[in-house]
């Protein structure tokens, strides 16, 4: 019992809660009235929010855009490509290389109906293991703890073992704050999490330095981040750093990985019809809203605005037909000597 008291303790505060308190379906079709649904994430989590701050500057703009929330990127994928009419999905940036790499036929022509709207922020992929564990290779045979069935992490987890040839004795699929609890109970042998850092749930975890006795004593000293330097990830992800900035408990940098999420939709030019091309303009709209009021969102909107870059290009994803051309940027030419020689540049081109 006394065990099991310290597990709760432990999975309350990793989740920030005071232990001491613990005792669209629509049919409508008309550009002039557009409504298009957005499926995101968790309703405490950023996609939500980043829905819902698109959504209220779409509303000036005369777009109804109606954010859902949802389990994760691959129940995203599922409902994008569904009858349901969501236009618009939040994923992470490996969920392509993961389908791709599926034996289910279905999954990989699922992914060539996918195209990147705009990219948004990073998101660190956190692997917290044992200090036993000092690389990636030593994960196998190891009790692994993935995250919940269909989450981002779990994506992530399943992609770098399968680029890797990693081969885990166990993937466990459950909640990220009791796998954490498992892992300081040394029940598992490592919890790969991917989230914005700093990671509320890891940043918890600075508290448990506070505690010199009883049974949860020291159990930080026997975990760490494990480092991920693998090059062949890079092919699909981008290095980040984990730092003592981010956490206290950090001594020295990590290095590791990041994902990238992205603002997705379905290729509607895979079609033709006044419905398929009614949804391309609604595109093109959309990512005139994110194009327009992007200085705006970056001041009003969730912190993360801050980190994005809406023409940044991401791995192997192909930009959206219909709204690719908005974030073109066209340089401004104010000297007329340069416009002049450019337009001699272009004749002669011509001849």
């Given at each position: 019992m006394k065990k099991l008291?310290?597990?709760?303790?432990?999975?309350?505060?990793?989740?920030g809660i005071s232990v001491s308190s613990y005792a669209g379906n629509n049919k409508k079709t008309e550009i002039d009235n557009i409504e298009i649904g957005m499926v995101t994430g968790s309703k405490a989590g950023t996609y939500i929010t980043f829905g819902h701050d698109i959504a209220k500057e779409a509303g000036k703009s005369g777009i109804k855009l109606n954010v859902y929330e949802s389990g994760g990127s691959i129940e995203n994928i599922n409902r994008i490509t569904s009858k349901e009419r969501v236009g618009l999905a939040i994923v992470q940036s490996d969920v392509l290389g993961f389908l791709n790499r599926s034996n289910n036929q279905n999954s990989i022509?699922?992914?060539k109906k996918l195209?990147?709207?705009a990219?948004?922020?990073?998101?660190?992929?956190h692997i917290l293991a044992r200090k036993t564990i000092t690389s990636l290779d030593e994960l196998n045979g190891k009790k692994i703890v993935v995250g919940s069935e269909g989450s981002g992490s779990m994506i992530t987890a399943v992609n770098i073992f399968s680029m890797l040839n990693i081969v885990p004795s166990k993937m466990y699929k459950i909640a990220p704050a009791s796998g954490v609890v498992a892992v300081l109970n040394n029940d598992v042998d490592a919890i790969v999490f991917v989230g914005g850092k700093p990671v509320k749930m890891f940043k918890n975890m600075e508290e448990l330095s506070k505690i010199t006795e009883g049974a949860n004593a020291g159990k930080l000293d026997g975990v760490h981040f494990l480092p991920i330097t693998d090059e062949r990830l890079l092919k699909e992800y981008k290095p980040a750093t984990?730092?003592?900035?981010?956490?206290?408990?950090?001594?020295?940098?990590?290095?590791t990985i990041a994902v990238t999420a992205l603002l997705v939709t379905y290729d509607y030019t895979l079609k033709t019809g006044d419905y398929y091309e009614n949804h391309c303009k609604n595109m093109e709209k959309l990512a005139g809203v994110l194009k327009n009021n992007f200085k705006k969102l970056q001041k009003n909107g969730h912190k993360k605005w801050q980190e994005v870059d809406l023409t940044a290009e991401i791995?192997?994803?192909?930009?959206?037909?219909?709204?690719?051309?908005?974030?073109?940027?066209?340089?401004?030419v104010n000297d007329p000597k340069a416009l002049e020689k450019d337009l001699i540049g272009v004749i002669k081109s011509k001849n």
């Open positions: 008291l310290n597990i709760i303790a432990i999975a309350l505060l990793l989740c022509e699922t992914a195209r990147l709207v990219p948004f922020y990073n998101e660190e992929v984990i730092t003592h900035d981010d956490y206290k408990f950090v001594m020295e940098n990590v290095p791995g192997n994803w192909k930009r959206d037909a219909c709204s690719q051309d908005v974030f073109i940027n066209i340089p401004e």
